[in-house]
């Protein structure tokens, strides 16, 4: 068995043009975002190493799993309404069976955030 658990968090950013279908203002046009992500894993501190979720595994896993299909691409591709709130989710679909998933956090904006874990 595990040590303590920790949350232990990386980030990223992606790089995506997106439209807003059924909303009322500038962001239904076509336009594009340097779009920030931070994922938080839940893992135990193991005993023999000191780390609990090593980070470079975090990146390979994020990277392979769902940046590289986000990564300068037109999300509308991706997903019917390719607001922040369902860029999360889509991540959280992409991460959940290959992370101890405890949130994922997603930044259009430098100021405008939002963050999903499922029961929240």
């Not at 991706?78 to 992409?94: C, D, G, I, K």
Request: hydrophobic letters at 40%; charged letters at 25%.
């Amino acid at each position: 068995m595990g040590g303590p658990n920790f949350l232990v968090s990386r980030d990223f950013h992606f790089d995506a043009a997106h439209s807003l279908p059924n909303y009322q203002g500038e962001c239904e046009r076509l336009h594009g975002h340097r779009w920030q992500v931070r994922i938080t894993v839940k893992a135990p501190l193991e005993s023999g190493s000191g780390i609990a979720l090593d980070f470079h595994e975090i990146d390979r896993v994020v990277r392979e799993a769902a940046l590289e299909e986000l990564d300068h691409t037109l999300l509308n591709d991706l997903m019917e309404h390719p607001s922040a709130e369902n860029t999360a989710l889509f991540l959280w679909e992409r991460l959940a069976d290959k992370l101890p998933l405890e949130l994922v956090e997603v930044w259009e904006t430098p100021r405008s955030r939002v963050a999903y874990r499922p029961g929240l």
